[in-house]
């Protein structure tokens, strides 16, 4: 059992014991592994923050065999997210990502584009960029590395060219757009606006910026492939709940103020009631007394 060597990414982490963990994670060499950390919960652990979901790590393992978790020895951090303790936002992002890489990855099948398409959009979510847009290109491009993007330029039954129009079928089931002849008895079809199919152009690269979407756009997309990415998989993601978040400008910060601002409203709001009810009291006990008069 020879120990390998190589950069890795936290995915997953799940206790084990009191002081151990079994952390999923995705490499650069091996692709997807499952490691036995012992000792990862310790106080004077060796493995510091490097067992921190989203972490990248240079990392040495013991490849066990194929029914046996392999065994991590060593565990050095690169990189920390600190996106997490930043904004909300962010965080799901982040989170989202690593659903996907874990659910749609197999163990041992390494990608070596995939791991720095995923180390990059963690770089560009810790540096707070459009956590809506990051995470579209990531599955666009996640999609097109594994051999599942969706076809949004031909037909995907007859190969035939889509013409440009309003509005376009797409079925999420065929797995792309549909020209007017194959979409007869096709189910699960939707109508997509052209706007949406060059939004996924553009976000189909992953070497440029992020490109400039109407935020109508963005949402119709956002929309599409909460469902394309649910039929893939065969369930929702369970962090795909959370997306709606990711359009609104808000941190950690903003969200304690606003719950802040939400409990003074509440204590104003029973003072003005306290304030009122011992105005009726004392007209109530005026107009009694003047009837007594």
Wanted: proline share 5%; net charge neutral; glycine share 6%.
């Amino acid at each position: 059992m020879a120990s390998e060597k190589t950069d890795a990414i936290m995915i997953r982490i799940v206790d084990f014991s009191e002081s151990s963990c079994i952390a999923t994670m995705f490499t650069r060499d091996f692709g997807k592994i499952g490691v036995m950390v012992k000792g990862a919960r310790r106080p004077k652990s060796p493995f510091e923050s490097a067992i921190d979901l989203l972490t990248e790590s240079r990392i040495v393992f013991i490849h066990k065999s194929s029914d046996s978790l392999d065994l991590l020895t060593e565990a050095k951090l690169a990189r920390r997210f600190r996106a997490a303790t930043r904004s909300l936002p962010h965080l799901y992002a982040g989170y989202y990502l690593a659903e996907l890489l874990d659910a749609l990855t197999h163990v041992g099948d390494p990608h070596p584009d995939l791991y720095e398409l995923a180390r990059e959009t963690v770089i560009q979510l810790d540096e707070l960029h459009d956590p809506l847009s990051l995470v579209i290109r990531f599955e666009l491009n996640l999609l097109r590395l594994l051999g599942q993007k969706p076809s949004f330029e031909n037909c995907t039954l007859c190969g035939g060219e889509i013409p440009q129009q309003p509005r376009v079928p797409f079925g999420q089931l065929s797995g792309g757009v549909l020209c007017g002849k194959c979409r007869v008895g096709q189910s699960r079809v939707i109508s997509l606006s052209w706007g949406v199919l060059e939004a996924m152009r553009l976000f189909s690269v992953c070497d440029t910026p992020l490109p400039a979407v109407d935020p109508m756009v963005l949402g119709e997309l956002r929309g599409v492939l909460n469902n394309y990415m649910a039929n893939i998989m065969g369930r929702r993601p369970r962090m795909q709940k959370l997306l709606s978040i990711l359009g609104r400008p808000t941190t950690i910060r903003d969200d304690a103020l606003s719950l802040l601002r939400k409990a003074e409203a509440q204590v104003s709001m029973k003072q003005d009631i306290s304030k009122t009810d011992e105005t009726d009291k004392d007209v109530l006990n005026e107009s009694t007394f003047s009837q007594n008069n």
